[in-house]
């Protein structure tokens, strides 16, 4: 099985920096996505990971460590239209992509 | 645009009547997944699809519950009948994978608009 844990609220300030830590058990592993979800939308991919390091992709970026199972989401130079829930997923051998519950960020003015 | 689109965006519907939800994947997507959102569990996979096979729907309610591929564009989610705690928002979500040779390849998962359903 899998078992996938992020915070569930952060809040931060705009301009600001916020980290979102995603950590993973499963039975096998073959990548790991962070996605965005605004309210009342669907999720839509801000990154993937398969190998240990950063990715960066404009203001945000991700971190993996395969050996601890854990990976974060960082955000920079915080925007209100950033307020919204990041989710965790973990891919395993086969393909099956797996959500954790989601972190919801506030931003304030 | 390439796009997930999912019909219908809203369905309420009475308890023990059939559902039908259905999801056209991106073009040349060859995997297909399900996934049902609520606030207290989130997003839960309920089954998925590589190249029309069903790969794996432990996370669905048997009793009620099927998804099929009919054909590369078209994925359905039935439930027969419902109730009012299938309540939730349905995602269909299409990607692209390529699982054999020694670098498998795969692309994120593309999801469509979703289809809220209400049992009354």
């Known amino acids: 099985g899998q078992n996938i844990d992020q915070p569930t609220e952060m809040t931060a300030t705009e301009g600001a920096i916020v980290q979102i830590n995603c950590t993973y058990q499963?039975?096998?592993?073959?990548?790991l996505f962070w996605y965005q979800q605004h309210a009342g939308e669907a999720p839509t991919f801000l990154s993937y990971?398969?190998?240990?390091g950063l990715e960066e992709k404009g203001r945000f970026s991700s971190f993996l460590s395969r050996s601890k199972g854990y990976s974060y989401l960082l955000l920079k130079e915080l925007q209100m239209k950033d307020s919204a829930s990041y989710l965790c997923?973990?891919?395993?051998?086969?393909?099956?992509?797996?959500f954790g519950a989601g972190t919801t960020v506030t931003v304030r003015a | 645009d390439a796009r997930v689109t999912q019909t219908p965006r809203d369905k309420v519907t009475e308890m023990g009547q059939e559902v039908t939800m259905r999801c056209q994947p991106i073009?040349?997507?060859?995997?297909v997944f399900w996934y049902r959102q609520t606030m207290m569990q989130g997003l839960e996979l309920l089954a998925y699809?590589?190249?029309?096979?069903?790969?794996?729907d432990s996370g669905m309610p048997k009793d009620r519950f099927s998804a099929e591929m009919p054909d590369a564009t078209l994925a359905t989610l039935k439930i027969q009948p419902s109730e009012p705690r299938d309540s939730a928002v349905y995602f269909c979500?299409?990607?692209?994978?390529?699982?054999?040779?020694?670098?498998?390849?795969?692309?994120?998962?593309?999801f469509g608009q979703g289809t809220r359903l209400t049992v009354v």
């Open positions: 699809f590589r190249n029309r096979a069903p790969l794996d």
């Open positions: 997923a973990v891919r395993a051998p086969g393909y099956k992509l797996s």
């Open positions: 499963t039975s096998g592993f073959n990548g």
């Open positions: 990971n398969v190998l240990d």
């Open positions: 073009l040349g997507h060859n995997t």
């Open positions: 979500a299409s990607g692209w994978e390529r699982d054999r040779g020694p670098s498998p390849l795969n692309t994120e998962a593309f």
